[in-house]
């Protein structure tokens, strides 16, 4: 699954995992992704949609219609 959000775009972070002696070894910060499935009326179908948890809370805010919209704007595909 990919690691990206088709709504907000966030994407892994990249750092350090520190150790107690202090070595530095490379590690990801990866967002917590779902898939999740809307109904879109205006289509008259499902839309299974790759999310962080943040995007979904912005979905229940604004509207999946809103969503789908702004995906789109972003040249995703739905």
Not at 40 to 45: D, F, I, Q, V
Not at 67 to 76: L, P, Q
Request: charged share 25%.
């Amino acid at each position: 699954m990919p690691s990206h959000c088709q709504l907000t775009g966030a994407q892994p972070g990249f750092g350090n995992r520190v150790s107690h002696s202090h070595r530095r070894t490379s590690r990801r910060f990866d967002p917590n992704i779902q898939r999740k499935r809307y109904w879109l009326p205006s289509e008259s179908r499902h839309v299974r949609l790759t999310l962080s948890v943040r995007a979904i809370r912005t979905v229940d805010a604004i509207g999946v219609e809103a969503a789908v919209a702004r995906i789109r704007a972003r040249g995703g595909t739905v």
